[in-house]
């Protein structure tokens, strides 16, 4: 029998070339509640209306305003606790543009006295949890209790803050275990309480645009053979922490996808966090309209014995027989032919040998060949092949390690 290698060197040869209604701004108050959701607004990533990409198993929660006049000297005090979660952060963006200007992670956060952040106690269950993130233009005052993070750039004038919360302990426990924070605002200038602004809704941003931006991702379906290419998911609200490979496809029903990548070593707990080569990792479908209907993350995957995931993405009347040879299974759940899927690694060690960092960034189709992410990083970036679905129920276990 021919070696894996070899199989699947043949295999390509052989196929190459063949967010919910509009929430109305109201009028600001000096503190508003959290409940249920007010002033934020949800974006779940389980939830068809949610754009932009999201990952399936995070959920996030963002609050926007516009700085004009009197208002561009408000700051934000956010008061909340720490998730019961595996990640969470604050980011900040312009809102018409969807690029994160910077962020505070939850191991960088420091908690309110008497207080401690489970993300770098020896007590990730401690219930003293409590913390405070201010938001402010650069070139005033900092309380040293809280987390800072200055506005540097003058030019936003459509701040949103988005708060994200990566596999909460129960999917549908959005809020990762904990009351969502309050908000209050005050003035820079004196310190004084005043209004919080009233909201603008990022449902007022263009869904077209989300669209549009993953649009260029598409002209690299030339082939069968299934290539991922380094993105930076400006304009899509990208996470400050997070790097992502994207690969586009055209798959009917009678096709399967098969992907194959040597996996991160993945933090399992806190006390994972400086030694496992990313903090999370996961597989995600994405939609035309950047929707994400269906994703799979590390703890679900199981490895072969040469150390790779193998994957099969296709039709759900496939997944006993897929999972009987040996794959791991993605339903395509994209109701499209043309879709993506989204490899995401998050806080990637410097040392990982497959860190993102070395693979150039995908920006024309002149790079269709030498951008696949694999010239720079091997198998630490999937590769893969489209496959027709009676060739893969004939074949497909013979393509895995024995």
Request: net charge negative; aromatic share 14%; hydrophobic share 40%.
């Amino acid at each position: 029998m021919h070696t894996l290698k070899i199989h699947w060197q043949r295999l390509l040869l052989a196929l190459a070339l063949s967010i919910g209604p509009l929430l109305h701004a109201q009028p600001g108050k000096p503190r508003l509640a959290s409940t249920p959701y007010a002033p934020w607004e949800p974006f779940i990533g389980t939830n068809s209306s949610t754009l932009a990409l999201p990952d399936y198993h995070a959920d996030y929660f963002a609050y926007s305003f516009v700085r004009t006049g009197e208002v561009a000297y408000v700051g934000l005090k956010i008061s909340g606790q720490f998730g019961y979660a595996r990640y969470m952060s604050y980011n900040f963006y312009e809102a018409t543009q969807g690029a994160s200007l910077g962020s505070i992670r939850d191991v960088d956060m420091q908690p309110l006295a008497g207080n401690v952040n489970p993300f770098t106690s020896p007590d990730p269950q401690a219930t003293n949890r409590d913390y405070v993130v201010v938001v402010q233009p650069a070139g005033y005052a900092n309380n040293s209790q809280y987390n800072t993070f200055n506005l540097t750039n003058n030019q936003v004038t459509n701040l949103t803050v988005i708060l994200r919360y990566y596999v909460p302990p129960e999917i549908q426990d959005v809020t990762a275990d904990v009351a969502l924070p309050t908000i209050e605002a005050f003035d820079v200038r004196t310190q004084d309480p005043v209004d919080v602004p009233p909201l603008y809704s990022l449902y007022n941003t263009s869904k077209i645009g989300y669209a549009l931006g993953l649009r260029k991702i598409f002209d690299t379906i030339v082939d069968n053979q299934l290539r991922f290419y380094h993105v930076q998911g400006s304009g899509e609200f990208n996470n400050a922490d997070n790097d992502y490979l994207i690969n586009a496809v055209d798959l009917s029903r009678d096709e399967v996808a098969l992907i194959w990548v040597k996996p991160p070593t993945f933090a399992h707990d806190t006390s994972e966090f400086d030694t496992a080569q990313v903090r999370y990792w996961s597989f995600n479908e994405g939609s035309p309209d950047t929707s994400s209907p269906f994703g799979l993350i590390d703890n679900a995957f199981h490895l072969a014995s040469d150390g790779l995931a193998y994957i099969a993405v296709g039709a759900a009347d496939i997944q006993t027989k897929a999972e009987s040879f040996g794959y791991n299974f993605m339903p395509w759940d994209v109701r499209t032919r043309r879709g993506v899927i989204l490899y995401r690694n998050m806080l990637a060690q410097k040392s990982y040998p497959g860190n993102f960092d070395q693979v150039p960034y995908y920006t024309d189709s002149a790079l269709i060949f030498s951008n696949n992410a694999t010239n720079f990083i091997g198998n630490y970036a999937p590769n893969g092949v489209k496959v027709s679905r009676r060739f893969f129920l004939k074949y497909g276990s013979d393509l895995l390690p024995q």
